[in-house]
């Protein structure tokens, strides 16, 4: 029978014992910051004037290390940054590129309109030296059914250019009739200056538009 309570006393004490290692170990576990701090132990710290660690405290000595998900959030902001700036990067480009593009453009709508008006000028240019030329080929025409010196008193109330540019269509006309021109009779009856005036001014300017 003293065998039997003695073994029981045994069980009891060994029982006490696992108890109290258990409860130690979550306490030093707890202490340490790898479990989850209990409110069990908060008074067992509050006597012992002890803080236990968690996340987010540390000792001086060898700081926590810094958490997963912090390191993988931050790393993504990072990245987004640096995209980020890639995009604003290309943006600027673009626009820079579309600056040009446009400054071209414009260059390009500059000479065509100066262009238009130079090509513009000169079809004025030949038009109205076209009409003039048909005009004066009908004058020569007229003339030449007309006496000399009936020609020669309306020659002579012209300015010199269209005595000139009547006279030289005289000229093309009967080389490309093979006749006579009659320019030379013409000047035969012109006043002596002034015939010595326009055929001055025959040997020394070109033909003439106007």
């Known amino acids: 029978m003293a065998r039997g309570n003695g073994g029981v006393g045994k069980s009891i004490a060994l029982l006490l014992l696992i108890i109290i290692l258990i409860f130690g170990g979550m306490f030093w576990f ?66 820079k590129s579309e600056g040009q593009n446009e400054a071209i453009a414009k260059e390009l709508e ?21 009409d003039r030329n048909v005009n004066i080929e009908q004058i020569v025409s007229y003339l030449n059914s007309q006496p000399p010196k009936t020609v020669v008193d309306q020659l002579v109330a012209m300015d010199d250019q269209d005595i000139i540019d009547i006279l030289r269509k005289a000229d093309e006309l009967a080389e490309a009739n093979r006749t006579t021109s009659m320019s ?6 012109f006043p002596a200056e002034r015939a010595a005036e326009v055929q001055r001014k025959m040997a020394n300017k070109p033909v003439s538009l106007d």
């Open 30 to 95: 707890s202490y340490l910051g790898i479990m989850k701090p209990s409110k069990v132990f908060a008074p067992v710290y509050k006597v012992l004037h002890l803080d236990p660690q968690t996340s987010k405290s540390s000792t001086k000595s060898k700081p926590l290390t810094a958490d997963l998900e912090e390191d993988r959030f931050a790393k993504r902001i990072e990245a987004l940054n640096i995209r980020e700036e890639t995009l604003n990067k290309r943006e600027e480009d673009v626009a």
């Open 184 to 189: 030379s009779v013409w000047l035969m009856y």
């Open 110 to 130: 500059e000479r065509k309109k100066s262009q238009d008006e130079r090509e513009k000028t000169f079809n004025n240019q030949v038009k109205k030296y076209d």
